[in-house]
């Protein structure tokens, strides 16, 4: 199994400026390069601070210059977002510009508050039509010239400028059935999330990719990623789970707020949902959040991560986004290089 970093610059105030972010993000990369990852993944998402990103492309760009090994991947473009013209010529301009390094992860997106703002309040759940009609769009373009008559979009005889250098690898966030059916059916690399939810979602997430694969025979067998959130403490400070606990609890609580889309964000930050909203959800309770997200000593990770391989898991991706403060990011990703990664190696 290969692990991987994802990351994003994440601001929960004004006092850290976004060029400190970027270089704390880029410093976390150079680091999982130098622990062996094989690639690192920086998604989408507008006008909010808590995940910072309106595009992966310069943040990935100005990566490949800084790094020579890892893969840069964006996880992931939402797909009613981008043009194919537009999707397939930076994708094949990141992978000139990395001599081959780039990952093309596409999701139909998720937050209803930015489909309001960058598609016309289009509904979120009705993205998987713009996904399904920008796989193939952008490998025909990857390999010349190509006319497209969709249901969404319609162009006369273009091409991609420049060509990648290969045909980068497509990933789909999938978590239905359907996703994973259409991935397996079009030569897709799989990547799910089982979010706040345990191990057995993990299960019920590979069960799916596996139906995919029976329903697609002759189809040769694509890479499945895990995404977790994840957060390292030393065997000799017991406590220490606690504080990760806290600090992914705080994250899902503000997802809630940007999710249930019912304030206004101001300046890009809304405040996380209180925790009195969350009294009678197990999943928001602390020991809970220990035991359903990547939270331990390096052998508890390395006994979970174990269960993951054995299921037939192929990147373990370290999700680093959790709103804890830098020394703490980077404190959890360097015991995770040298006490968990080594064991897989």
Request: proline share 7%; glycine share 8%.
């Amino acid at each position: 199994m290969k692990f991987s970093l994802f990351v994003h610059m994440e601001r929960w105030d004004e006092s850290v400026s976004h060029r400190q972010l970027f270089e704390e993000l880029t410093e976390l990369t150079l680091m999982a390069e130098a622990g062996g990852f094989c690639t690192v993944w920086v998604g989408e998402h507008h006008a909010m601070e808590y995940t910072i990103s309106p595009s992966p492309m310069p943040i990935l760009a100005n990566l490949a210059a800084r790094t020579s090994t890892i893969r840069l991947g964006a996880g992931t473009l939402i797909a009613p977002f981008w043009h194919p013209l537009r999707a397939a010529g930076e994708c094949a301009l990141l992978d000139v510009i990395s001599e081959g390094r780039m990952e093309v992860g596409l999701a139909r997106g998720a937050y209803q508050v930015e489909f309001d703002r960058m598609a016309g309040g289009l509904p979120a759940t009705a993205g998987g039509k713009h996904l399904r009609e920008l796989v193939p769009a952008l490998r025909k373009l990857w390999e010349g010239d190509y006319a497209h008559d969709g249901e969404v979009w319609q162009f006369p005889t273009s091409t991609s400028v420049p060509k990648p250098v290969g045909t980068p690898p497509i990933w789909i966030a999938a978590r239905d059935p359907d996703s994973h059916n259409f991935a397996v059916a079009n030569g897709c690399n799989v990547m799910v999330t089982p979010l706040m939810k345990g191990d057995e979602e993990v299960v019920d997430l590979k069960h799916k990719f596996d139906n995919a694969l029976a329903n697609n025979p002759g189809v040769a067998r694509p890479k499945l990623m895990v995404l977790r959130h994840t957060h390292v403490h030393a065997a000799e400070e017991p406590e220490g789970w606690k504080i990760g606990a806290q600090a992914i609890g705080r994250f899902y609580r503000t997802f809630d707020a940007w999710f249930g889309n019912k304030e206004t964000p101001v300046n890009g930050f809304l405040a996380p949902s209180p925790e009195e909203k969350f009294a009678g959800r197990p999943e928001f309770e602390l020991e809970n959040i220990r035991k359903n997200t990547m939270i331990g000593t390096p052998d508890e990770v390395i006994t979970r991560l174990r269960h993951y391989e054995e299921l037939g898991v192929d990147e373990f991706s370290f999700w680093c986004d959790n709103s804890l403060p830098f020394a703490e990011k980077k404190k959890s990703l360097q015991l995770f290089i040298d006490k968990v990664a080594p064991a897989f190696a």
